[in-house]
């Protein structure tokens, strides 16, 4: 949670550090990913038994953990991902209803599987994939915008969204949209995170991270790699949070 993050070493005050148990890269998917799941879903989303949530990107960084805490909240989730490979995923997390968009026009199942409409959106694509969850709320529903990944290499950052519209939609149905910045909530981040190393150290929730095996080059060790592991999950080719491996140095004392 502090600038600087590409580098073997930094130094960050101790009230910005969490003890974990071991040096796994597991508890890497923590800081960022899981606690902005956690927070914006305590905070903004409402959660209760039998709600309708969905998850775009859902078997990526921080969607494996919106699905998997909307799970213990007794919540019936649909989670959006690009492959076969990660609809498995996603099921052996909880995920009630994976749809792989690649093979499955997610507007389509979204009308003819649940009419009624989703209930929370934890939505972090942007584009298209955001009108699409715009038109799937359902009355008084909740869509969380935290982030919007198809848009972060236009030159402006932003993919385009149908915004002229969105008032009208809004109001007919009392739908709400609202972003959540981790940095805004920071007086719950360390209490977020004490309970999610609880949660992962007792077998509660699943940290799954993407070394880089599968990608052309093989896993991502050294800062030499940083660049390819982003454009890696650019390409949205990872499951779970991806994780570069810094390789202990000769003259390390850690």
């Avoid at 799970?71 to 989730?77: E, L, P, Q, T």
């Avoid at 199942?109 to 298209?128: F, I, N, R, T």
């Avoid at 890696?232 to 499951?239: P, R």
Wanted: glycine letters at 10%; proline letters at 5%.
């Amino acid at each position: 949670m502090a600038p600087g993050s590409f580098a073997e070493y930094t130094v960050v005050p101790a009230s910005a550090a969490a003890p974990v148990a071991s040096l796994k890269p597991e508890y890497v998917t923590l800081p960022i990913s899981a606690t902005t799941a956690y927070i914006s879903l305590k905070e903004l989303g409402g959660l209760s038994e039998g709600i309708k949530v969905l998850v775009t990107a859902a078997a990526g960084g921080t969607g494996q953990f919106a699905v998997q805490l909307a799970k213990k909240a007794k919540c019936h989730v649909i989670g959006t991902c690009s492959s076969d490979k990660k609809s498995a995923f996603l099921k052996s997390i909880g995920c009630d209803r994976p749809i792989n968009y690649k093979t499955e026009p997610v507007s389509t199942v979204l009308k003819q599987e649940y009419p009624k409409g989703v209930d929370v959106v934890y939505e972090s694509v942007g584009g298209a994939m955001f009108d699409v969850a715009v038109d799937a709320l359902a009355v008084k529903g909740r869509l969380i915008i935290i982030g919007f990944v198809s848009g972060y290499q236009t030159p402006t950052g932003l993919a385009p969204v149908k915004a002229g519209t969105l008032p009208a939609k809004l109001l007919k149905k009392s739908a709400s949209v609202q972003g959540f910045f981790l940095n805004h909530y920071l007086s719950e981040y360390q209490a977020a995170m004490d309970h999610l190393v609880e949660m992962y150290a007792g077998g509660d929730l699943v940290c799954e991270v993407d070394l880089g095996d599968l990608s052309a080059e093989g896993r991502f060790i050294g800062l030499e790699s940083v660049f390819r592991a982003v454009d890696y999950m650019y390409m949205g080719k990872n499951t779970g949070k991806i994780v570069v491996e810094l390789p202990r140095s000769v003259n390390s004392k850690l």
